[in-house]
Structures are given as structure tokens and as C-alpha cells.
């Protein structure tokens, strides 16, 4: 009669693993329903902000900054959306009202374009992301004359069958491109934690897999771009 109980437990368990395995990689559905519950605080913090404040933008790795610092003496409204890839941030910044125009934007995009299964090299691919990024760019300036646009992160070595590493440089030229042709401003605010070219992050510069270990480093690296007097 044990082995019932054991074997439930054991689905349980199992279960458990599912679900966690879920949160730690989210669909696009699911980034979706996590951007309705995380939507309605980022438009009550853009309703309240002040004059002079920044917006951050993107995913995670916006989203993980902390709105407790201040850049260029301002204030941060927190727009990050962790799971986001590019299509999906583009889609989501639109439902955004902006009633007091940020001094500057800056956003990060990309680190959830990077997935293998999406063959994030080929033209098509590529392609999808540079329109989405462009429908980010051009949203964030209707808002702010100065909208920066951050470098691809690299990665961890332990997710390289997941992600492609070779994708974290190419999407960064990319965008570097795309601001010279929009006018934003690229920004690579992780150039010291690079392992070279390789996509790879030097060892004990990420947290984990894919985040950062000091967002507030990352910030002050991107002061030049975000608080020069000039637009």
C-alpha cells in the first residue's frame, strides 16, 4: 500500500520540476500574462514620474535594475519586462501612455531573441528582429529626444545548447546599425564583461545564466550616452 503514496509523491515531485522549468523559461504566452500583471505598475510609475526622469525599456535586464538609483542626478521609471523578446516588448511599449516626456530613454533588448530553436543567424530571423527593434526605437522617441539603445549582454557558457552565442554579437551590430540609421544612440554598457567575441561573459560577471552581476555598473557605464548636455 506504500508504493501508491510514494508514486504520488513522486508525480508531485515531478510536477514540481515541470513548473519550475516553466517559470525559468517562459513561453511567449507566458510572458504575455506576466506583462499584464506587470503592465498596469509601469504605467502608474510613468503617471507619477517627474521631470527629468530616465526610462529604462526592454527585458530583464531592464527590469532588474533598481529604480532606487539615480542617473544624471534623475530619477528611473523601471519599463523592463522580464521574458521579453523584441516582437513582444514592441507590442507592449505601444500600449504605454507617456505624459511627461524622460530626459532619455535606454533600452535592453535581445538576450530572449538568442534561443537556437528560432535560428536567430538566419536572414529571416534577423530580419524580424531588426523591424521590431525598430518599432521599439521609434515608439521610445515620440516620447524622448534622446533614446539609447544598449548592446546584447553576453551569456553564460552553461546555456550555449540553448542560446546561440554567436547571436549576441551579430544582434549587437545590428543594432549599432540600426540607431545610425533611426538616430539613436548605441551603447555597449558591457564591453568589460566580455570574453572577447565569443558571446560568453568573463567568469563572475553574471549572477546566473544570463543576468548581470552588478546592474549599478552597467548604469554608470551608460552615463555618457544618457546625460551629455547635447541630444
Not at 507590442?91 to 516626456?101: E, F, G, M, W, Y
Not at 552565442?165 to 549599432?176: D, K, T
Not at 538616430?183 to 567568469?203: K, N, Q, S, V
Amino acid at each position: 500500500m506504500r508504493a501508491l503514496p510514494l508514486a504520488l509523491a513522486g508525480l508531485a515531485i515531478l510536477g514540481l520540476g515541470f513548473a519550475i522549468g516553466w517559470i525559468e523559461k517562459p513561453s511567449r504566452l507566458n510572458t504575455r500574462l506576466y506583462a499584464t500583471d506587470r503592465l498596469p505598475s509601469i504605467q502608474a510609475h510613468l503617471d507619477d514620474a517627474p521631470d527629468g526622469y530616465i526610462l529604462l525599456a526592454g527585458d530583464s535586464q531592464a527590469e532588474l535594475q533598481s529604480p532606487a538609483q539615480r542617473v544624471c542626478g534623475a530619477e528611473i521609471v523601471n519599463g523592463g519586462v522580464s521574458g521579453a523578446s523584441a516582437s513582444v516588448y514592441a507590442d507592449l511599449v505601444a500600449t504605454l501612455s507617456v505624459k511627461t516626456r524622460p530626459r532619455a530613454v535606454v533600452a535592453f533588448i535581445g538576450t530572449n531573441d538568442l534561443q537556437r530553436k528560432k535560428e536567430p543567424l538566419s536572414d529571416k530571423t534577423a530580419r524580424r528582429f531588426d523591424e521590431a527593434v525598430e518599432r521599439i526605437v521609434k515608439r521610445l522617441q515620440a516620447h524622448s529626444d534622446r533614446v539609447v539603445v544598449a548592446a546584447v549582454p553576453p551569456i553564460s557558457r552553461s546555456v550555449e545548447k540553448r542560446l546561440e552565442p554567436a547571436a549576441v554579437a551579430a544582434y549587437s551590430a545590428r543594432i549599432e546599425v540600426l540607431c545610425r540609421r533611426l538616430a539613436c544612440r548605441y551603447a555597449d554598457p558591457f564591453a568589460d564583461l566580455r570574453d572577447g567575441d565569443t558571446g560568453f561573459a568573463r567568469p563572475g560577471a553574471l549572477r546566473d545564466d544570463l543576468h548581470i552581476a552588478n546592474y549599478r555598473r552597467v548604469m554608470r557605464a551608460l552615463e555618457p550616452a544618457l546625460c551629455a548636455a547635447s541630444p
